[in-house]
């Protein structure tokens, strides 16, 4: 029997079947309120298939398990998602328009502008590189102030400068939320977590996350130390 979670907590528990074959062992997540953990893993082993699960979207395959989650999310998929007849300010507001209610407009031009996308705000999808883009699909995530926050390698497209400046704007603005951060970054997941998961067909397991507060700078002793360990661990697996 599975241990009771405190309250506000989001757990998962069960194993996901694709063609009758399954993704992998049956595993045990726990988001435990308020804290942001980054969750690693190969290609294909079913990382974004949870994130879609504790967002109560399809999968393409069959769950046997249970989801306990308590509080309404919000979800930035790998897929930026945008409307192409809609520009950035729309899009970023995008949750607000589909709602029938008013965006924060003071929020949405302080987001936009920390993004870098004020000079941008009129611009049509199509018009944006894909690392603009990424930073129009999470300002409307960060626009949502859901209380849990799924994440699907929401720094993937941004080169270097832009991934720290955004890894820092979403720490400060998710703070205290519940957040679920898939990532192939071990640095990303050490300067960011609260908790570290691994996940490989034969289940899930933890890693140590730095004890500091986040987000820590990149060359901190305990990020890079966080950060070897989890690149010797993913490739111990690759080798495995």
Same mark, same amino acid.
């Given at each position: 029997?599975?241990?009771?979670?405190?309250?506000?907590?989001?757990?998962?528990?069960?194993?996901?079947?694709?063609?009758?074959?399954?993704?992998?062992?049956?595993?045990?997540?726990?988001?435990?309120?308020?804290?942001?953990?980054?969750?690693?893993?190969?290609?294909?082993?079913?990382?974004?298939?949870?994130?879609?699960?504790?967002?109560? %979207?399809?999968?393409?395959?069959?769950?046997?398990?249970?989801?306990?989650?308590?509080?309404?999310?919000?979800?930035?998929?790998?897929?930026?998602?945008?409307?192409?007849?809609?520009?950035?300010?729309?899009?970023?507001?995008?949750?607000?328009?589909?709602?029938?209610?008013? /965006?924060?407009?003071?929020?949405?031009?302080?987001? %936009?502008?920390?993004?870098?996308?004020?000079?941008?705000?009129?611009?049509?999808?199509?018009?944006?590189?894909?690392?603009?883009?990424?930073?129009?699909?999470?300002?409307?995530?960060?626009?949502?102030?859901?209380?849990?926050?799924?994440?699907?390698? *929401?720094?993937?497209?941004?080169?270097?400068?832009?991934?720290?400046?955004?890894?820092?704007?979403?720490?400060?603005?998710?703070?205290?939320?519940?957040?679920?951060?898939?990532?192939?970054?071990?640095?990303?997941?050490?300067?960011?977590?609260?908790?570290?998961?691994?996940?490989?067909?034969?289940?899930?397991?933890?890693?140590? /996350? *730095?004890?500091?507060?986040?987000?820590?700078?990149?060359?901190?002793?305990?990020?890079?130390?966080?950060?070897?360990? %989890?690149?010797?661990?993913?490739?111990?697996?690759?080798?495995?």
């Amino acid at each position: 029997m599975n241990a009771p979670v405190a309250p506000g907590t989001v757990s998962l528990s069960g194993q996901v079947r694709l063609d009758g074959r399954a993704l992998f062992a049956p595993v045990r997540l726990v988001l435990p309120a308020g804290k942001w953990t980054a969750l690693l893993g190969d290609y294909g082993v079913g990382k974004s298939t949870l994130l879609r699960l504790l967002a109560g %979207l399809p999968i393409g395959g069959q769950f046997t398990g249970r989801i306990d989650n308590p509080q309404p999310a919000a979800l930035m998929a790998q897929d930026p998602g945008l409307l192409p007849w809609l520009d950035v300010r729309q899009n970023a507001a995008l949750g607000s328009r589909l709602r029938g209610t008013r /965006a924060d407009a003071a929020r949405l031009d302080d987001i %936009l502008a920390r993004a870098g996308l004020r000079d941008h705000a009129a611009k049509r999808p199509a018009q944006l590189s894909g690392g603009q883009q990424q930073r129009v699909a999470l300002a409307r995530t960060l626009m949502e102030d859901r209380p849990l926050v799924l994440l699907d390698e *929401p720094f993937s497209a941004l080169d270097m400068r832009l991934r720290l400046t955004m890894q820092d704007l979403a720490a400060e603005l998710l703070r205290g939320r519940t957040v679920l951060m898939v990532t192939h970054d071990p640095a990303e997941a050490a300067r960011l977590s609260d908790r570290i998961a691994v996940l490989t067909p034969t289940g899930l397991t933890l890693a140590e /996350a *730095p004890d500091s507060p986040a987000p820590r700078l990149p060359d901190a002793p305990q990020v890079l130390a966080c950060q070897g360990a %989890l690149m010797a661990r993913l490739m111990a697996q690759d080798s495995a």
